[in-house]
């Protein structure tokens, strides 16, 4: 999420946004609210195929090796609202504070602590590796599928950091070179994408595998998992080339860690959020939990967040320390 290129692509800005709004749909439609709903375990399962697999791989596009300072000036920047949120979810979100959840980056949090695991592996691996596409490639996908057979979970994002590996790495190795197809390819694109999604309905069961969060329950996790990859490749080509820009989707395209970190405190994993969400007041008037409820909450929820961030100190908040730096330099 974090950007070091000196020329910004806005293309890329749009699809950061589609991909924050796709979050917040998943976390919306994860919600016990919407759990009798098949339509809305469709547009999950559809979703979640593909949408953090390419964020991982953003992430990895936009990630280079660093001289030591500035590496860990960025890392620090990563660890400040890591810190600084996760206080905040084990204050007003958890139950009971332990030693598990204490090490369990609340929520949405695991990719923050994933990400400095991944730029950590990116600036101490040997180029001589990473220069070996193929076989950076094929080890990260051999780890991630084998690292489900092992009784790692949440705790400390090791179960999600490997899982999500390879995307890191390919996004790595695919830097400076183009993502984008001619526009003729567009209308494929989204024919594509309709036909996944068309297909998950003979299937309208979350498939939890999806959340890359847990070790498998069966040898079925490992077939799912290669089906997931195999699928979020040409998913994630498609979704990038179908993205619509403005620019005002680009602008806040680029406040996607700002979107991607508040949207947790709107959207709560559980029913005791410090903002009211959309989804209990709806709840409470009586409407029907059913896919177009959650595609109008999904909406409005976008609005608002980009309403909030808007306020000038909300953005500071996520990096304080820039925040002092700057006003002591002027």
Known sequence: MQETTKVRDDRIDAVKFWL??????????????????????VMWNWIYIFHMPLFVFISGYFSRKKDMI????????????????????????????????????WHMLWYLLSLIYWRLMLQFIPNKILNNTRLIIFGAVCISILIGLFPFGRVLSIQRTFA???FFFLGYCMRDKNLFLPDKYKPLCIVFLIVVLALLFFYSHRITYLLYATPYK???????????????????????????????????????????????????????????????????????????????????????????????????????????????TK
């Open 20 to 41: 924050i709004v796709l979050v917040i749909a998943g976390h919306i439609l994860m919600r016990k609210e919407f759990a009798s709903s098949e339509a809305c375990a």
């Open 70 to 105: 500035e590496f860990w000036i960025s890392i620090c920047k990563i660890i400040e609202p890591l810190i600084i949120f996760h206080i905040v979810g084990l204050l007003f979100y958890v139950d009971s504070i332990s030693i598990k959840t204490i090490f369990t980056p």
């Open 164 to 166: 999500l590996m390879p």
């Open 218 to 328: 069966s040898v079925y996790g490992v077939v799912i998992r290669m089906v997931a990859f195999i699928l979020a490749i040409p998913m994630s080509i498609a979704f990038i080339n179908i993205c619509y820009n403005t620019p005002w989707i680009t602008q806040q395209g680029r406040m996607s860690m700002q979107y991607y970190i508040y949207h947790a405190l709107i959207i709560p994993p559980m029913s005791a959020p410090i903002i009211p969400p959309l989804i209990l007041i709806a709840d409470k008037m009586n409407i029907p939990m059913t896919s177009y409820t959650a595609v109008a909450i999904i909406i409005i929820t976008t609005i608002v967040l980009s309403l909030i961030l808007k306020i000038p100190y909300v953005k500071m908040l996520t990096n304080p320390s820039s925040f002092f730096i700057k006003n002591r």
